[in-house]
């Protein structure tokens, strides 16, 4: 089945302890993004993959790092996390460049900071 | 960059009635416009989009509308049913760009 899994789906931590998200796709997808959601907000893109080693800010990347070493994984780094990146994260794939291609999301994970 | 306004916040119909909800964007190259679903618990799955040579797309119960000259395209959902419930966005890239930038959402409640 075609499908984008992220871990953990929930997670609660405190201020300042690294966490990772893990994102990975089954679909051979060469575009990879992560959005938070908030209330109000919408979906606000953090970082996007164009390929593997290939990675560029979004709109809201600070406190977050990425990287792409295969082409099926792209996970979120939060070195020192904040409460202010408490969130709902969602991973996202498609086949090209955003433009005219389907992304398809992740379940996505929530994240409490305290 | 691209910025995306959705309106409204929350909407409440009765079931069998038609939802709208419409969406203004600012950046006049933008060129595609999807729509996603959002329903409890999951990740968005997209439902209809358009580009901008068209004016209009229907697909069973959903339409999407577009007025390039306003910048602004709507989602239009006729005989609303239950399931219709959830969290819609909207949004907009331009051409061969690489980010797509979302509206805030509008949760629609469908009342039985």
């Known amino acids: 089945e075609a499908q984008v899994t992220q871990n953990p789906r929930y997670l609660i931590t405190v201020t300042g302890k690294k966490l990772t998200v893990t994102c990975s796709q089954n679909?051979?997808?060469?575009?990879m993004s992560w959005y938070r959601q908030d209330p109000g907000l919408g979906l606000r893109q953090i970082y996007y993959?164009?390929?593997?080693?290939?990675?560029d800010k979004g709109d809201v990347p600070e406190g977050y790092k990425v990287s792409r070493k295969e082409k099926r994984n792209f996970p979120l780094i939060l070195e020192s996390p904040s409460p202010n990146q408490t969130s709902l994260y969602f991973c996202?794939?498609?086949?090209?460049?955003?433009?005219?291609?389907?992304?398809?999301f992740g379940p996505g994970t929530r994240l409490l900071v305290l | 960059g691209e910025n995306v306004e959705q309106h409204p916040s929350t909407l409440s119909v009765q079931e069998g009635d038609s939802a709208v909800i419409k969406c203004t964007y600012s950046?006049?190259?933008?060129?595609?416009f999807p729509w996603y679903k959002q329903e409890l618990g999951k990740g968005p799955q997209l439902i209809i989009d358009?580009?901008?040579?068209?004016g209009e797309k229907k697909d069973q119960r959903i339409a999407v509308t577009l007025n390039k000259t306003a910048k602004h395209f709507s989602l239009h959902i006729t005989e609303t049913q239950p399931e219709d419930s959830a969290v819609y966005f909207c949004?907009?890239?331009?051409?061969?760009?690489?980010?797509?930038?979302f509206g805030g959402g509008t949760r629609v409640l469908v009342k039985p």
């Open positions: 949004a907009a890239i331009r051409a061969a760009g690489n980010k797509l930038t």
């Open positions: 993959s164009m390929n593997v080693e290939v990675t």
């Open positions: 358009i580009r901008s040579n068209v």
């Open positions: 950046d006049s190259a933008s060129n595609y």
């Open positions: 679909m051979n997808h060469e575009y």
């Open positions: 996202a794939s498609s086949l090209a460049p955003a433009w005219g291609e389907t992304q398809y």
